[in-house]
């Protein structure tokens, strides 16, 4: 199966006809807004071990979704909720230094700097906290999916572990990116 149709036969199979699957440039996802299951160009049109596994995972989100998962609504929330405010407090950043100068006085220039830190940086936090539900549409959804599909050749199940340890860990690779922009803006500042 390419990603495109493996994910559509999963999403078959769970009785979520609703959920479409799309093609897509901005990374490979699941948005419960628009019930989408996005894959990247390259896992859209593949038949690769990589493309079977990211679309099993991505389907398992929208399995979470459908089931009413409850770590899943927290993580689509705070998503929805720290988006913003990561935008803003680059905005604070920005302006740190403009207000200390403005007033002459250089404690709401830090205060500001400080607060625009801690908001950049609860971005690290809110994708820690996501760590479980992207395990549990790993391990909890997507592996046995792909069990007990029998979809995985023999000796595969190493691979499409790794796989999908990566896929789960991508929310850990934002939070060690978050903490670089907090730390480029320290050093810009």
Not at 171 to 188: C, F, H, K, P
């Amino acid at each position: 199966f390419t990603g495109h149709l493996f994910a559509e036969k999963l999403l078959k199979a769970l009785h979520l006809n609703e959920v479409k699957v799309e093609s897509t440039n901005l990374g490979d996802h699941y948005d419960p807004i628009t019930k989408t299951v996005r894959l990247t160009e390259e896992k859209y049109q593949s038949q690769s071990l990589t493309a079977i596994t990211v679309a099993a995972h991505e389907v398992g989100h929208a399995h979470q979704h459908a089931t009413g998962y409850r770590p899943f609504k927290l993580r689509t929330l705070l998503v929805k909720t720290m988006a913003p405010a990561e935008r803003f407090g680059a905005l604070i950043l920005m302006t740190a230094p403009f207000i200390a100068l403005i007033t002459r006085v250089p404690g709401p220039g830090l205060l500001m700097f400080l607060g625009g830190l801690l908001t950049l940086g609860l971005g690290a936090v809110v994708h820690m906290i996501t760590l479980p539900t992207e395990l549990n549409a790993s391990f909890g959804r997507a592996l046995p999916m792909l069990e007990e599909g029998n979809i995985l050749k023999e000796g595969d199940e190493v691979y499409a572990r790794r796989l999908l340890t990566a896929a789960a860990c991508t929310y850990v690779a934002a939070s060690l990116m978050s903490l670089i922009n907090v730390a480029r803006w320290w050093t810009i500042l």
